[in-house]
């Protein structure tokens, strides 16, 4: 599925407006969150996930203090 989507001004923010299809294959209505997740594409946008949410914050906390050792590992 490919939307155009249009970016608008509310106030001194942006919405985008998703339509009732979008809505449905997300599964969320309007007042529950989304959350985005930067990809090599993009972003991948999807209903909140407290689970996701904690485990990206613990790789990111992992990968800073770890950087050196995952560099070393990388090569």
């Given at each position: 599925?490919?939307?155009?989507?249009?970016?608008?001004?509310?106030g001194?923010?942006?919405?985008?407006?998703?339509?009732?299809?979008?809505?449905?294959?997300?599964?969320?209505?309007i007042?529950?969150?989304?959350?985005?997740?930067?990809?090599?594409?993009?972003?991948?946008?999807?209903?909140?996930?407290?689970?996701?949410?904690?485990?990206?914050?613990?790789?990111?906390?992992?990968?800073?203090?770890?950087?050196?050792?995952?560099?070393?590992?990388?090569?």
């Amino acid at each position: 599925m490919s939307d155009r989507l249009k970016i608008r001004p509310i106030g001194n923010s942006a919405c985008v407006v998703l339509s009732k299809e979008m809505l449905a294959e997300l599964g969320v209505e309007i007042g529950d969150e989304l959350q985005a997740v930067r990809t090599a594409k993009g972003f991948e946008i999807s209903a909140f996930d407290a689970d996701l949410d904690d485990a990206l914050r613990w790789i990111e906390k992992g990968a800073k203090r770890y950087r050196n050792t995952l560099r070393a590992l990388s090569k």
